[in-house]
Nanobody, 114 residues
Framework: QVQLVESGGGLVQPGGSLRLSCAGS????????VNWHRQTPGKERELVAS????????NYADSVKGRFTISRDNAKNTVYLQMTNLKPEDTAVYYC???????WGQGTLVTVSS
């Protein structure tokens, strides 16, 4: 079964850090561009970060640039989103996605609150 499984979400105080994981099953992630999105109730899903296939180029939304880092561990078939200096407005459900396959994970909730 082809699927993406996210993990690593949780409750963190403002200024804290979390690392989200997106593990691939039934597909080899380094063959695809992988994206992280987030969504809060009442808002459209926002593209947060992308890791391209060719050259491993990264792209980030302006709202997270300098704070979030997307990376890949090919041996573990996993893509990570390292999030630092978290802010309350980063609170959302985070999803990883392989766009060309229209494949989404189930999401992991990140709550930034004191």
């Amino acid at each position: 079964q082809v699927q993406l499984v996210e993990s690593g979400g949780g409750l963190v105080q403002p200024g804290g850090s979390l690392r989200l994981s997106c593990a691939g099953s039934g597909l080899t992630l380094w063959n695809y561009r992988v994206n992280w999105h987030r969504q809060t109730p009442g808002k459209e899903r926002e593209l947060v970060a992308s890791l391209t296939l060719i050259g491993g180029r990264t792209n980030y939304a302006d709202s997270v640039k300098g704070r979030f880092t997307i990376s890949r561990d090919n041996a573990k078939n996993t893509v990570y989103l390292q999030m630092t200096n978290l802010k309350p407005e980063d609170t959302a459900v985070y999803y990883c996605n392989v766009g060309v396959l229209e494949l989404w994970g189930q999401g992991t909730l990140v709550t930034v609150s004191s």
